[in-house]
C-alpha cells in the first residue's frame, strides 16, 4: 500500500483545514487507517483512527470535538477535518495504514506510511 498525503498549508488560529490520504491497492477497506502528527522537536503522536468500516473512530484527547476522522473505500481516500486549529496544532501531519485490527493508536501498529503534509497555524 502507497499513502499519499495532501491538503496541509498555513492557517489562523481558529480556521480549518482537511487533509486527505489517497491511497493505491485494492485492499484499502481491509485497513484500519490512522493519522499521526510530529512537531519540530516532539515525538509523533497519535491524532486520530478510524475502522475499516468506519464504524469505530477514535481521538487524541487534545483533538476530540474538534478533528473528525472519514473515509471513502470507494476512493480508496482517507480524511481528516481540522476545525477551531490552534498554533499547537502545527505540525507535520502523517497517515498510515494498519493491516489487522483492533483499531490502534500505537504508532507501531501501521504498517505503511505516506510521506506527511505540513500544517501550521498562526496566531
Known amino acids: 500500500v502507497q499513502l499519499q498525503a495532501s491538503g496541509g498549508g498555513l492557517v489562523q488560529a481558529g480556521g480549518s483545514l482537511r487533509l486527505s490520504c489517497a491511497a493505491s491497492?485494492?485492499?484499502?477497506?481491509?485497513?484500519?487507517m490512522g493519522w499521526f502528527r510530529q512537531a519540530p522537536g516532539k515525538e509523533r503522536e497519535f491524532v486520530a483512527a478510524?475502522?475499516?468500516?468506519?464504524?469505530?473512530?477514535y481521538y487524541a484527547d487534545s483533538v476530540e470535538g474538534r478533528f473528525t476522522i472519514s473515509r471513502d473505500n470507494a476512493k480508496n481516500t482517507v480524511y481528516l477535518q481540522m476545525n477551531s486549529l490552534k498554533p499547537e496544532d502545527t505540525a507535520v501531519y502523517y497517515c498510515?495504514?494498519?493491516?489487522?485490527?483492533?483499531?490502534?493508536?500505537?504508532?507501531?501498529?501501521?504498517?505503511?506510511w505516506g510521506q506527511g503534509t505540513q500544517v501550521t497555524v498562526s496566531s
Open positions: 498510515a495504514a494498519a493491516s489487522r485490527t483492533p483499531v490502534a493508536r500505537n504508532s507501531t501498529w501501521y504498517d505503511y
Open positions: 491497492g485494492r485492499t484499502f477497506s481491509s485497513y484500519v
Open positions: 478510524i475502522s475499516w468500516s468506519s464504524t469505530l473512530t
